[in-house]
């Protein structure tokens, strides 16, 4: 399995609550990527990375910001968490080869109340 | 907006029986199409992956159909077993791209 670890595995937090998730990396990978996922909705991405301060979009970022200081680490906040906001978190990583597969961490499940 | 339109939700098989899910597309500016394969609790697992070079490929008893001119593409899960009852996603990368997109997503259940 690919050495990837999300932190915390479960959070309960309440609406207004800054929150942050975070998504470490063992196999010097170039890509990560940020996904929430939800019933009727497969995995839609929020944002992701394409190397150390580069970040960008997904499909559904609004509310979210992210942060990749060091390129095993990549992390997501809630600025102010929301009941919408809960969801199970992925973070993905990639090596940016010819077909790019993804490789999944085990999610975050977060619920805010 | 999701690019890829998955079906069915869900789905009931009997143990040797064959699985069939179908995912389709528009834009046609895609150049990889993997399905994943996720148990409850994990997260989703690359299963088998096609491109558009390509009409089937085969690793086991999973099969990816292509048919790049309908813009579908489908997975046959063959002589399913009890162990492959998990929730199946299509996705799609475009071209020069380093994103995916993903299906709603498949629950299988494989009855013994």
């Known amino acids: 399995d690919a050495g990837i670890t999300q932190s915390p595995r479960h959070k309960v937090t309440e609406t207004g609550t800054p929150v942050t998730l975070r998504c470490h990396q063992t196999?010097?990978?170039?890509?990560m990527y940020w996904y929430r996922q939800d019933p009727g909705h497969g995995l839609r991405l929020i944002h992701y990375?394409?190397?150390?301060?580069?970040?960008d979009k997904g499909e559904v970022s609004d509310g979210y910001s992210v942060s990749r200081s060091k390129t095993e680490d990549f992390l997501l906040t809630l600025e102010s968490a929301t009941s919408s906001q809960t969801s199970v978190y992925f973070c993905?990583?990639?090596?940016?080869?010819?077909?790019?597969?993804?490789?999944f961490g085990d999610g975050t499940r977060l619920s805010i109340l | 907006q999701q690019q890829v339109k998955q079906s069915p939700q869900s789905l009931i098989v009997q143990k040797g029986g064959i699985s069939i899910i179908n995912c389709a597309y528009e834009n046609t500016a895609f150049d990889y199409f993997p399905w994943y394969q996720q148990f409850p609790g994990k997260g989703p697992a690359l299963l088998i992956a096609i491109r558009p070079d390509v009409s089937e490929k085969k690793e086991g008893r999973f099969t990816i159909s292509f048919n790049k001119s309908a813009k579908q593409f489908s997975l046959h899960i063959m002589d399913s077993q009890p162990g492959d009852s998990a929730t199946y996603f299509c996705a799609l990368k475009g071209v020069g791209d380093y994103k995916l997109s993903f299906g709603a997503g498949t629950t299988v259940t494989v009855r013994a």
């Open positions: 990375s394409y190397g150390v301060k580069d970040t």
């Open positions: 993905a990583i990639s090596d940016g080869g010819r077909l790019q597969p993804q490789h």
């Open positions: 196999e010097n990978h170039r890509y």
